[in-house]
């Protein structure tokens, strides 16, 4: 019988609204506090004496960040997302308490190790906990909403950021943030407990050996955070010693790779169809649209004059087309989800090759920046589609790995191409050219094609 309109699974309903106002809370807290770091940091080093230790504090949780991903999906599959959550909301509260009681930089470092940590627990757990908690027809609304809470930190988090660190201090930044945490844990509470009481999932031979591959990959997890530490340091020091620094990126990357073996699903890197090809489409789609992103405010401002303050309308625009598509993606539209995936890839490529006329040619700027509006509803689309299908292709038996998965294609794809087009601009910081920005966003233009050429296979398997 077909279900009526009444009959449907509503998102903001007394049976789910607790769990959706909870992970809400937990995400909007969590993009405040990225959002922050930017801004407080800069105050925080000059008051500490420490310049030096700039770099090593924006690396610190990107390297714990990724070890933390591996963690976390081994844990939530085999005890189930509480567990992880908890970790993660404690993990988050100390990592809070040490920058906002900091005394010297070597607090700040820990606490910033602290708070990757805690990231990627409350990444992965979250998502386990909406598989569980939700039917698989609201998960689209739900991953839409993921990506709404972080256009309010993206376009007020910088400027409370620097009210609060005028008026306050810098510590409040930190400390003020833990004002959220306690209502969203309680909201939680109700799914929490449902996920408790449900019964565990029966482990079949094949599970326990995926279970047991995954283990291995630990150790690879561990050198991979370490590479992509290691490579962001090496990157900051790049222009005073080229070579010491392009030698320590180089066997970064090799590493990199050769862990990204290891712990990505066997098949990734030939978009085997099923889970592997939705891991390849995730690696190739962030790499793209992050790569673009982090030199788009930069190209701005050395080819086309921008102010700092006027080229910093690229992060509004991703934050406002990003939740767009989102919520495009969210809506009922009786299209097989494949599709919207290809549909926000192939934005993606188009959006992009468009923003390359930024570098390559004198045309108006509001063209390009209209380009990176579309790369960003194109972005919204399939990331969120990509979520869906990460658990339309999981059960309760592997959901948190593969979760954790796709999130370390992102983050070690994504710390590739940074990696890359950072060491290809450092050689070329004292004059950079309009080539070298052409490049970057080209490429960026491409891995989106091959991802629209790999969506296809993002299907279980016959």
């Known amino acids: 019988m077909t279900t009526t309109a009444e009959a449907r699974p509503k998102l903001f309903t007394g049976q789910h ?7 809400i809370g937990l995400v909007t807290l969590g993009a405040f506090e990225n959002r922050a770091v930017g801004t ?12 030096g230790s700039f770099g090593l504090a924006n690396a610190a949780p990107n390297a714990s960040y990724l070890i933390s991903l591996a963690i976390a999906g081994l844990w939530s599959d085999r005890r189930g997302p509480i567990p992880t959550l908890r970790a993660g ?21 820990a606490g910033r190790l602290l708070s990757g940590l805690a990231e990627g627990l409350l990444d992965v757990s979250l998502m386990v906990l909406v598989a569980r908690a939700l039917p698989a027809v609201l998960r689209p609304r739900m991953f839409s909403l993921f990506a709404a809470m972080w256009i309010l930190p993206s376009v007020l988090g910088p400027v409370l950021t620097g009210v609060v ?35 565990a999932p029966e482990r079949t031979a094949e599970d326990a050996a995926e279970l047991a591959a995954w283990r291995a990959a630990l150790p690879w997890a561990l050198a991979a955070s370490v590479a992509l530490f290691s490579m962001t340091l090496a990157g900051d020091h790049l222009e005073a010693h080229p070579i010491l620094g392009g030698t320590a ?20 890197f030939t978009a085997r169809r099923g889970f592997p090809a939705v891991v390849a489409v995730r690696g190739l789609g962030g790499a793209a649209f992050a790569g673009v992103g982090a030199y788009l405010p930069l190209l701005l401002t050395l080819q086309h004059d921008f102010s700092p303050s006027r080229a910093g309308v690229t ?34 490529t188009l959006g992009l090759a468009v923003t390359s006329l930024l570098a390559w040619t004198d045309a108006t700027t509001w063209i390009g920046l209209i380009g990176w509006g579309f790369a960003g509803v194109g972005m919204g689309l399939s990331s969120s589609s990509l979520s869906v299908l990460t ?17 370390m294609a992102a983050t070690m794809s994504i710390a590739t191409a940074l990696a890359i087009s950072g060491t290809l601009l450092a050689f070329n910081a004292d004059d950079p050219q309009p080539w070298v920005f052409g490049a970057i966003v080209t490429t960026g233009s491409v891995l989106a094609l091959l991802g629209f050429l790999a969506a296809p296979r993002a299907r279980r398997s016959q």
């Open 165 to 199: 660190t005028e008026q306050f201090g810098w510590r409040w930044v930190f400390l003020g943030a833990l004002i959220l945490l306690v209502p969203s844990w309680l909201l939680l509470r109700p799914a929490m407990r449902q996920s408790a009481d449900a019964p």
């Open 40 to 51: 407080a940091l800069p105050t925080m080093v000059r008051e500490f004496d420490a310049l």
């Open 89 to 109: 909301a404690i993990s988050f509260t100390l990592a809070q308490l040490l920058v906002g009681t900091a005394t010297a930089m070597p607090m700040v470092i």
């Open 391 to 407: 658990l339309d292709l999981s059960d309760q038996s592997n959901s948190g790995r593969n979760t954790s998965a796709g999130q």
């Open 17 to 23: 609204l607790p769990l959706v106002l909870g992970v």
């Open 249 to 268: 990126v180089v066997v970064a990357l090799a590493v990199l790779g050769r862990a990204a073996v290891r712990v990505m699903p066997a098949g990734t």
């Open 315 to 348: 992060l509004s625009i991703t934050g406002v087309c990003w939740a767009f598509g989102s919520w495009l993606q969210g809506r009922e539209h009786g299209i097989e989800r494949v599709v919207v995936l290809r549909t926000g890839l192939a934005f993606m």
